[in-house]
């Protein structure tokens, strides 16, 4: 078993900065089950930052329990110097939080369009229409088709798109790559490279660390409902038995 890493003494990623998100000894419950026992990590402005683990180890509940979708959570949960623990689950996204799914959650009955224009604005400094049909050229030609005639990754990109309008400073992103081509898988790369460029952190829930490692400065690696070692990316080649190992691939 691998030592549980001692953020006390983790650098940060800058000299005086301070993490936009914190997680301390967070547990969380899906009614009498307990499916996180204590997750430790950081994410610092501006990062790309992915959860590595088998399935079913906590990966996907913890982005749930960022956004405050468990029905009971303990510990220290902080987004940019506030209690997110004492923040209803309503008022979450608003604090500037975007969440995509793996399911996606586009909604059948309503365009391209109108599924990129629902999520409310709630800061200033997120992409205009205009932007996000540059950078998702397939959704503006298929703009007026209803959400779910669009192939999986067409679905994918719009679930991120929308998100992208409404000036969140988070995006949490739940196994983005699952079951698309090769070359959509790509296209995910490319965006998620210039949302870097962007300033935007991320939080990614990978299982295919190959492209994990083309967009991450850092990575968490879980196992039952706890982080069991942080590593950025550099240390990657160095640790690819223990990622395979862990991982079962």
Do not use: C
């Not at 998100?21 to 307990?34: A, D, I, P």
């Not at 405050?68 to 004492?86: I, Q, S, V, W, Y």
């Not at 586009?106 to 709630?122: G, K, M, R, W, Y």
């Not at 790559?177 to 995910?188: F, H, K, M, N, S």
């Amino acid at each position: 078993m691998l030592e549980r890493p001692d953020m006390s003494t983790r650098p940060l990623k800058a000299p005086g900065v301070e993490p936009l998100l914190t997680l301390r000894g967070l547990k969380g419950w899906y009614g009498e089950s307990q499916a996180l026992h204590g997750v430790d990590l950081d994410i610092f402005p501006g990062e790309t930052v992915t959860l590595l683990g088998r399935n079913g180890v906590g990966k996907t509940t913890t982005l749930r329990a960022i956004m405050g979708l468990l029905p009971k959570r303990e510990g220290t949960l902080r987004f940019a110097g506030r209690d997110l623990l004492a923040v209803p689950l309503h008022r979450v996204a608003g604090l500037g939080i975007g969440f995509v799914p793996e399911e996606r959650g586009i909604f059948a009955t309503l365009s391209v369009e109108e599924n990129l224009l629902l999520p409310p604005i709630v800061a200033p400094g997120g992409m205009s229409v205009e932007e996000i049909y540059t950078l998702f050229p397939n959704l503006k030609e298929r703009r007026q088709s209803g959400g779910t005639r669009l192939s999986g990754g067409e679905q994918q990109m719009l679930a991120i798109a929308r998100i992208l309008r409404s000036g969140v400073k988070l995006l949490l992103l739940d196994e983005p790559t699952e079951g698309l081509a090769p070359v959509i898988v790509q296209r995910i790369g490319e965006i998620l490279q210039m949302l870097k460029a962007r300033g935007m952190t991320v939080l990614l829930v990978e299982q295919n660390f190959r492209f994990a490692a083309k967009v991450a400065d850092r990575f968490y690696l879980m196992d039952h409902g706890r982080v069991l070692d942080g590593f950025p990316v550099e240390e990657l080649p160095r640790r690819m038995a223990q990622m395979t190992e862990t991982l079962g691939v």
